[in-house]
């Protein structure tokens, strides 16, 4: 069993979508044990999005780049720059002040293969690329290109966990010790 750190950022909170995420995650044997509605103050969201991640903040530039390739935009005219490391940073700055633009549900969800489970239920990163059936796929058509363009980040409903490290950091970030709960779900003999 492993667990897995799951925001509902501002956007799907706002649209109403808690209850169709927990859904989701629920119907497929996952277990919450944790969960709060948290409006996200600048110490945890510079934590939750350090700057300092060279490695996270250049995928997120590179992604952006690919991006822009595959839709025919001008990285240049569009962020600035073509840097990826540059445009990273940039959009971490959008992805700080969206994620304390509004309440913000927090879970841990815990199950066999949870990290990767989640992943494929949430969708791509990017709502553009989410396939129909996926939570980004459903509900968002987002597009790195149009978020910088508009100089924000992508409403992209939902952060998730990428690996095991990231979901230990991420949950003892966001959830203290006694805020997350043991117990037996209906069926867990079945499933697992």
Known sequence: ????????????????????????????????????????????????YPDSRDEFIKGMGQKTLDN???????PMEHAGTDDPHKIGLMINMWNKDFLTDGPVMAMIWEGNHVIPSIRKIVG?????????????????VDSSALANAKKRAIKNLIHASGNAEE??????????????????????????
Do not use: C, N, Q
């Open 1 to 48: 069993m492993e667990r897995s750190l799951v925001l509902i950022k501002p956007d799907g909170v706002k649209r109403g979508l808690i209850g169709e995420v927990i859904g989701r995650f629920e119907r497929t044997g996952l277990k919450l044990v944790a969960a709060k509605m948290v409006w996200v103050d600048k110490d945890l969201v510079d934590k939750h």
């Open 68 to 74: 822009y390739k595959e839709l025919g935009f001008d």
């Open 124 to 140: 791509s990163t990017l709502p553009s690329l989410a396939i129909p059936g996926t939570i980004r796929g459903d509900f968002s």
């Open 167 to 192: 979901a230990e950091f991420e949950i003892s970030l966001w959830f203290t010790p006694k805020e997350i709960h043991t117990y037996p779900r209906v069926g867990e003999d079945v499933m697992f």
